[in-house]
């Protein structure tokens, strides 16, 4: 499956997160140690906030180790909120409609993880999206349908609500012996980080987040000299992170409004 990392704070050069730490993003592009698949070249994306409430997007179909061009974006941008990602397909083909993270107007989402059986349920979850947002829908993977499909559910007054909502829907297309669904995700309205980590079957792909005076990072995998400073999500955990602070409450496909517990 894929690796990803957003970042919510201070403002600093994409590189000093995405490239030259040690196990940075880049490098588990080709060598992840968390992963079902230690290579992530199927493309890679990169989204980023500066001066205009719309993220400006990158996406490539060029294995991150070796895209000069994301090399030298990374070098020049700064920012304080953006979200990156490395991809291994497992549902849609090789192409740049395919790269995460998926943008429309002010939003950003990214995914590792799958729709079970997406093949059987693909034409109902996209029957979920909206007319005026089908538009938006370039790519054939599941992870895009989803997040297109959430603005049905309410994602733009409440992102964890909406997709928790988002994916009962689909959980309740599926037949009892499908393959479990996997939902390690991060979404932002360009103000707010939502970091999700679920699965229909209790094992969700692997996702961390750290504090520091900074911001605060999400991640598949720690990066950097300190990999003790990260913890890992709860599995059926959501984090919610804004200027205010960050809260880690409970993640349920059939719940809306759980329960709180300041993170940081």
Request: charged share 20%; aromatic share 8%.
């Amino acid at each position: 499956m894929c690796r990803l990392l957003a970042y919510l704070g201070t403002p600093l050069f994409l590189e000093d997160l995405l490239i030259r730490p040690e196990g940075s993003l880049v490098s588990q592009s080709l060598k992840a140690r968390e992963a079902r698949t230690v290579v992530n070249g199927d493309g890679c994306g990169l989204g980023w906030y500066g001066e205009r409430p719309e993220p400006g997007l990158y996406r490539g179909v060029l294995p991150a180790w070796s895209d000069a061009n994301l090399a030298s974006l990374c070098r020049q941008i700064r920012s304080g909120l953006f979200l990156a990602h490395v991809r291994a397909a497992t549902s849609g083909g090789v192409s740049t409609a395919n790269c995460h993270p998926f943008a429309l107007g002010s939003r950003l989402f990214m995914h590792n993880g799958q729709i079970g059986d997406y093949a059987r349920v693909r034409r109902q979850v996209e029957g979920m999206i909206p007319d005026d947002a089908y538009a938006a829908r370039t790519g054939t993977c599941d992870s895009e349908a989803l997040f297109l499909a959430a603005l049905a559910h309410g994602l733009e007054d409440d992102p964890a609500g909406a997709f928790s909502r988002t994916l009962a829907a689909i959980e309740a297309l599926k037949r009892p012996d499908a393959e479990p669904t996997r939902f390690a995700a991060v979404h932002t309205d360009g103000h707010r980080l939502f970091a999700f980590r679920w699965a229909s079957d209790g094992q969700p792909p692997s996702l961390y987040s750290r504090y520091d005076a900074g911001g605060v990072m999400i991640a598949s995998e720690p990066c950097g000299s300190e990999p003790d400073a990260w913890v890992a999500m709860p599995s059926g955990s959501v984090l919610e992170a804004g200027p205010g602070g960050a809260w880690l409450r409970a993640f349920d496909v059939a719940t809306s409004t759980p329960g709180a517990r300041r993170a940081a």
